[in-house]
Structure formats: C-alpha cells, structure tokens
C-alpha cells in the first residue's frame, strides 16, 4: 500500500502571502495525484488533478506541481477563503486510491 | 448544476448492516464519462476512498473494506448504494458520495480527472 505524506501538518500564513503545501509517496505515482480543499462541515472540493491540472472553476492563484513521489501545492496569494484543510489523493494504484492525513492552512 | 446527496439512518448497532443511497439530481448516472464512489471520513480524521461502481455495475472496492461492503447502482431511480455489514464503532463516520470523472469505467490512472462533485455528507455512529 502507498504511505501518503503531506507537510506540514499546520501552516500559518498571512493573507496575501503564498502557501507551500507538500506531499510525498513512498512509491512513485507518475502525475496521478489530485489535491482538495476541505473546510468545517463541508465536504472535500476538487483542486487539482495529473499533479498540475486545475479543475473547473478553480482560481488561477492555485498551482500544482510535481512527479514521481513528490507534489507540491501552491497557493500564491492567499485570500480568506482560502483557509481550510488540503488533502493530496494518489490514483496510481487502482482500485485503492488513497489520501495524506492533510495539511492544516491556517491564519497567521 | 448536478447535485449529489446521501440519505440513511444516522444509527446502526454494532455487528449490524450500514445502508446509504446517494441520489443524483440534474444529471444521468448513465453518462459514459463518470464513475460514482463512497468515501468516509471518522470524526477529526482524514479520507477514506470505499468504493465506487459505473453505471453497468462495474464495481471496484478499497481492499481493506471488499470483505465487508457492496455498493450498487439503481439507474431507473438515478441512484446509487453503499451496504457495510458487520459495522463496528471504527466505521463511525462521515459518509460522502462523489462524482468521479473518468474516460474508463476503471477511473484508474491516467484515465482519472478527480472527484468533482460530492455529496454534503451523512454522519453514521456505530452504537448500541
């Protein structure tokens, strides 16, 4: 089974700052890795997906990278709204996908 | 816009059958571009991927759980289901039902786009 890593686990930024969001797998994935955004009581909302694609309707300051085992999630200027907990899935291994524990955005 | 949500008892006992139908509204479960899956989440933890199933019945379960569920699909009633059985308090959770957009009815790999439409999620506790 595929270890899903992301840090760190809490990251305090300022609004108008850029966030850096990581995660590693413990075996290569290719680019099939997708991240998502979760706030209280709602549930998970498509990011990005291939490592780099944005999904509809997601704001050009969300920006993914990466290959291999590790990804990043980048968040240029961060707004408000923005703060939320990121969750990075891997799809490579079929038919068990699998999510890091998360990474907290919180407001510094 | 398609909306997804998830319907069931909030309360099962333990050693007993969890049962959840998610209902697919403004849109047809029958699209050749899109898979539907589970996926639960226990209090103040992370995401679980359950299972998902197209339209034809293809059906893919998360190994850990295959043992134990059973998800199917009603196409006349626009809807699909989740069955847990032999529950225990660890499978208290919240339960979402999600879209997977995919050029496969696998959704494995490259053929995967992401889970882009999910349900609001229903609380399920384990207990007696």
């Known amino acids: 089974e595929i270890v899903m890593t992301q840090s760190p686990a809490t990251l305090s930024v300022s609004p108008g700052e850029r966030a850096t969001l990581s995660c590693r797998t413990s075996q290569s994935i290719s680019s099939n890795l997708a991240w998502y955004q979760q706030k209280p009581g709602q549930a998970p909302r498509l990011l990005i997906y291939?490592?780099?694609i944005r999904a509809t309707g997601i704001p050009a300051r969300f920006s993914g990278s990466g290959s291999g085992t590790e990804f990043t999630l980048t968040i240029s200027s961060l707004q408000s709204e923005d703060f939320a907990v990121y969750y990075c899935q891997q799809y490579d291994y079929w038919p068990l996908y699998t999510f890091g524990q998360g990474t907290k955005l919180e407001i510094k | 816009q398609l909306l997804m949500q998830e319907s069931g008892p909030g309360l099962v006992k333990p050693s007993g059958t969890l049962s959840l139908t998610c209902t697919v509204f403004?849109?047809?479960?029958?699209?050749?571009?899109?898979?539907w899956g589970w996926i639960r989440q226990p209090p103040g933890k992370g995401l679980e991927w359950i299972g998902s199933?197209?339209?034809?019945?293809?059906?893919y379960y998360n190994p850990s759980l295959k043992s134990r569920v059973t998800i199917s699909v009603d196409t006349s009633k626009n809807q699909f289901s989740l069955k847990l059985t032999s529950v225990t308090a660890a499978d208290t959770a919240m339960y979402f039902c999600?879209?997977?957009?995919?050029?496969?009815?696998?959704?494995?790999?490259?053929?995967?786009?992401?889970?882009?439409?999910w349900g609001q999620g229903t609380t399920v506790t384990v207990s007696s």
């Open positions: 291939g490592s780099s």
């Open positions: 403004s849109g047809s479960i029958t699209s050749s571009s899109y898979s």
């Open positions: 199933i197209y339209y034809t019945g293809s059906m």
């Open positions: 999600t879209r997977l957009h995919c050029s496969s009815p696998s959704c494995q790999s490259s053929y995967f786009f992401g889970m882009d439409v």
